[in-house]
């Protein structure tokens, strides 16, 4: 199973969204409509951005 990861690729702010999309393998605008949607969601998003972990590994 992989790892919940901010995305290093589909970033709009910290790369929340997109790793939470990366991992589940969903559209990032999907959740980032339930972000935007959800009632407590700024606060659920900052503390996702500060602990979730840089996604390091590359594409090359």
């Known amino acids: 199973m992989s790892r919940l990861t901010k995305s290093s690729t589909d970033k709009a702010l910290f790369g929340v969204c997109g790793g939470i999309a ?32 840089e996604n390091n590994s590359s594409l090359y």
């Open 22 to 53: 990366e991992h589940f393998g969903i559209s990032p605008f999907v959740v980032r409509l339930i972000f935007i949607f959800t009632p407590v969601s700024l606060s659920i998003y900052l503390i996702l951005a500060v602990l979730l972990p």
